[in-house]
């Protein structure tokens, strides 16, 4: 069964450091979602994206952060200088329309030391 | 304002009973979806329902929608030790002023299912 994949599984790293997150959505996707959810809370949508551009993004998706799919497979999330507060789990997700159920990888935990 | 609240927070019941998890939100909505999550994992889908839908089946999973009340309720039946989990109610409000693809989630549910 087609499924939506992420690495790393975790990532370790420095406050100020840049972190690049990456998914691979299911193939014949064509909106890509990024979420998050710090331990313990809700789970949060930060942007999505469809056509190669931001459709929409959250207050929390601010200018430290910046999507691409740099090639017809992979989706990625930059943190530019990461934050103690950017700790948390993030999930890449995709569906065919836009709307509807959300397909969800397995999610990359950063923790920022 | 927060949408999608779920209750009770924890739920605790015996393999074989029936759980029950009740979400309530506060804005129009295209959709109401129910989700899945293992301690740690990703979000697995449940069940979708529509706004002009007021119940759904699906195997041993049954959900209802309110949407005057605007709630709705998860029931597990004849639960068993691998339903343990968190679950997670999310509104879909595309057609209300919400974005495309922008699930709003609620705290969740955590239920354990003893053996």
């Known amino acids: 069964e087609p499924e939506v994949t992420q690495t790393p599984s975790h990532q370790v790293t420095q406050m100020g450091q840049e972190v690049i997150l990456r998914c691979v959505p299911i193939?014949?996707?064509?909106?890509f979602y990024w979420y998050r959810q710090i331990l313990g809370q809700k789970v949060e949508f930060l942007v999505s994206?469809?056509?190669?551009?931001?459709?929409?993004k959250s207050e929390i998706f601010d200018d430290q952060f910046s999507v691409e799919r740099p090639d017809g497979s992979n989706f990625t999330l930059k943190i530019r200088s990461t934050k103690l507060e950017d700790s948390a789990m993030y999930f890449c997700?995709?569906?065919?329309?836009?709307?509807?159920?959300?397909?969800f990888g397995e999610g990359s935990r950063l923790t920022v030391l | 304002s927060q949408q999608g609240e779920e209750d009770p927070q924890a739920l605790s019941i015996q393999e074989g009973e029936n759980a029950t998890m009740n979400c309530s939100y506060k804005?129009?909505?295209?959709?109401l979806q129910w989700y899945r999550q293992n301690s740690g994992r990703g979000l697995v889908h449940l069940i979708l329902?529509?706004?002009?839908?007021r119940e759904k089946h699906s195997g041993r999973l049954r959900v209802t929608l309110d949407t005057s009340k605007k709630s709705s309720s998860l029931l597990i039946t004849a639960s068993r030790a691998a339903d343990t989990a968190s679950y997670f109610c999310?509104?879909?409000?595309?057609?209300?002023?919400?974005?495309?693809?922008?699930?709003?989630f609620g705290k969740g549910t955590k239920l354990s299912v003893k053996p």
């Open positions: 997700a995709s569906n065919t329309l836009g709307t509807g159920e959300l397909f």
């Open positions: 193939s014949n996707h064509l909106y």
């Open positions: 994206f469809y056509n190669n551009e931001i459709s929409e």
């Open positions: 804005t129009s909505i295209n959709n």
């Open positions: 329902i529509r706004s002009n839908e």
């Open positions: 999310a509104t879909d409000s595309t057609n209300y002023g919400g974005s495309q693809g922008n699930l709003i």
